[in-house]
């Protein structure tokens, strides 16, 4: 009995001892996503920032990479743990809730000091209040993809640049079985890359210019929503469209089960490219009604209120937005470094046929409760797409309930 | 011989459907990228190289390792608390005890997301943030697997307890003696589950884990999969996920099949 | 002195499961309440409130759907389960031979990765529209559920059969009763534990289903499928109010509670 109780003992304070070890807490901690795809070359990037950082600041800098998936709740619980990172990189659309929430720091000092002049859509949409909470990093653009040898097949011979095109080339493609625009209706997928760049395309916006209001349910927004359920009663809208939620390397598109999308990044195109062949992709500008526009958000990184560091945080987040590892970045990761005389990430096909795009990117409507109006908002497009209601019906619904929202905050 | 045919013929069916969307998932992370893929159409070649490809991010050796010890660790533990507490919720009164039971099985009521962060604190306070220690004790408190074992016990005659207590034996010696090895089917059955719940967890290695090197598998490979790469890796991805439960099953699959006639239990 | 030597035995033996509960389980359900009763949002400072979240579901159309649509979802997916299983585990009793493969097979499903599974799924329910509909979407996903969980209540339920004993068939039987009579009065009864198990916890695994929802529909179309667990997901990590989302996931406990424990009055008599 002695013995295995001595056992025992020593066995727990060992596992104790090793379960204690492990708190570098001089460290500035990073929390970076896998913006860069090749996982090899992403570790070598980030470690060549952490050692370049050391080298000049001599401060201990813990670069940790977190996967995109559950994201939300990774940082979620990390701060109410007390455990979040000193800096984190955020979406432009995600920094309006967290600024509501009071978990950032603002950043203008460090912004002021930028080697390089900014991109004002850039600085502007990583600002809530003329505060910048952000400092930027890269900007994302997407555009439209197409599959050129369904298009062939169907007999159409000019890829279709605006939505009256597109309905024309619909019925031809649907001949041959295949939708001609891969749509995600499911409320997981961001209104961002689905509905709202038609709604822009058709010339209107989704709030007012106060923020006090919808702005969708007007007759820009039935327009929008009007094409789609035209598309989608002529078959040009895959089947599951109220419930789809289309990602690569699963889109239509790269599984050859739909001619185009209209808001796909560069790494969608060059998954499409690997799937169906470099030569039948096509990339174009953005799709055009009354005008062109397209969904292109930045990014940057935020310094948290709970930072542990903050001014070392401020000298990483200098360091970081410096051009000469911005530009490293967007090479690597084919993203839009944020500068104004903006030209393509590197000199690959993609990445130049995109950057023709950029001019018509925008961030949309930034606004604290913007997440919490598309999660009002795409059920009603949903009941729109299954035929149980009239586009102006489920607007006009939407905007009832969204409008309640917003008064009552 | 009719008779005896058609529970095959029904089962075949049956698992024809449980087993089709796997063998498809096979097929894709075998399929060359850009080979045409699901559902219905074979991929003319099949390859090793996204199945490679995933298995060679370089952490891939210590995810591994680390998610082995976070499954292997969990189910010695819950097996045996749950079947100490089974065993004295099944075979002993006490004042509570239905409300201590139920109080316990109230807890696997309440939804993840909304413990999700308490959870994280309680771990956060006891220091045990990214480290073993906090990966794998909060997810040892298993009250399905106190409740199995329970219903299990609870069904065992009770002459062989009364014998085994006329022979003098402490309440140790029948847990150890009878009630262990009586319930090995049922602790088998436990163990596949238990090791499976944890090697296919996301969530909360994801929250636990901040370095690298306290990564599960799952949490890993889901840093490694982004970006440019065909649905070859991702399917790869869930096969290299899931092959080893299968395995796990495979090998403890003699356990599951005992049985406990009234004349079989002395053995 | 035996009485006290017996309770301090009964406490050993939970003594494990009492102390790990008590702080991983317990404590953050304590939390969970404490947050239901706050305003909270993530990063943000803590604000005590009272009733207030509570107040705003019971007036929420949404989240009042959100139950309706749960316990249909429940309504469908634990008899589908029951039965499935329970066949699964008879027939797995009756084959002759093979039985080891039949098994590996059948639980396939379970050891698979959820999502992977649904990306097949949702191609393979593609062409039949049941996702898109209202009115379809729950039976598809219910079918979905079952399929990936089955495995789980089955083996249970056969271990169950397994543990009948023998002599209670044979005698059965040569007293001249048929199969469905062996089945009706030996078999089922003998499963009653295993059974009220398997009900228990398919229940509340199906009042608490996330993951099917999550990866399938995303809770549409038009919240169709937008159950409770979803919206407890959706409040706190889609609109970061914690707050309102802790009490989701009370409310949520409570109904699941509830009806467990008005299945045990039912199934679980004990001694």
Redesign the interface.
Known sequence: MNKQAALLVAVLTAACVAACGNDSDDAVTLWMFPVIADEASGRDFWQKVEEGFERENHVDLRVELQPWASRQEKLGASLMAGDGPDVVLLQSDMIPQYVDAKALQPVDDVLANSERAISPAVVDALSVDDRSYAVPLYRTVTTTVYNRKLFAEAGVTELPQTWDEVKAAAPKLAAHGIPILDYSGSTEASLNLSFYPLLWQAGGSVFTADGTKSAFASAEGVSALRFLVDLDAMHGLPADVATRHSEPPDDAVTTGRAAMAHTMTADGARTVAAAIGARNTAIGLPLRDRTRATYGTPAGLSLLRDAKKPDEARKLLAYLMSPAVVDELCAKSHYFPPWTASSPPSTDEVDKEFAQALPFASPGDTHPLARKVMGLLAPHLQAALIGTTTPERALADAAAEVDAMLRDG | MHR?LW??A???L??????G??V??LLVALSP??A????LRLPTSLTLDNIIHVLS??SVLRWTMNTAVYSVVSVV?VL???S??A??FAR?R?AGR?V?L?S?????????????????????LL???????GLI?????N??A???LR??I??LPDEVFDAARIDGA???RV?RSIVLPLCR??LA?LA??VF?WHW?D??WP??VA???EMRTL??GL???E??????G???SA?TV??LP??LV??VL?RQ????????GWGR | MPRLRASLTVLAFLLPVLVLSAAFRFLPMVGAVGLSLSEYHPGGRWKFVGTENYRSLAGDEIFLASLRTTVTYVALHVPLTVVVALGSALLLNAVPRGRSLFRAALFAPYATSFVLGAVVWRRVLEPTGFLEQPSTVLVALAVVSVWKGFGYAMLVLFAGIRNVPRDCLEAATVDGASAWQRFRHVLLPALRPALFFVIVVETVGAFQVFDTVYVMTGGGPVRASYTLAYAVYDYGFRYFDFGRAAAAGVVLWAIALLVSLGQRRAFDRSP
């Open positions: 005896r529970p095959t029904v089962l075949s049956v698992s024809l459907m449980a087993v969307p796997f498809v998932m990228a850009g045409p893929t699901l559902p991010a370089e533990v045996l608390s749950a100490m507490a065993y004295v002993k006490f239905d201590l139920w316990l099985l109230s807890t696997m009521m309440v939804p993840f997301h909304a413990v999700l962060m308490p959870s994280l604190v309680v771990v956060s220091g045990w943030s990214d480290t073993y220690w004790v909060p997810t040892l408190a009250a399905q106190v409740l199995l219903q299990f609870r069904v402490g309440d140790w847990y089917p049922v059955t596949v589950f499976l296919n996301f969530l994801l929250v901040r370095s690298d799952t949490v889901s840093t490694v982004e970006g440019n790469f065909a649905i890796d991702l399917m869930a996920c899931g439960c299968l099953f495979v699959q599951l099949t005992g049985t406990i006639g009234l004349t």
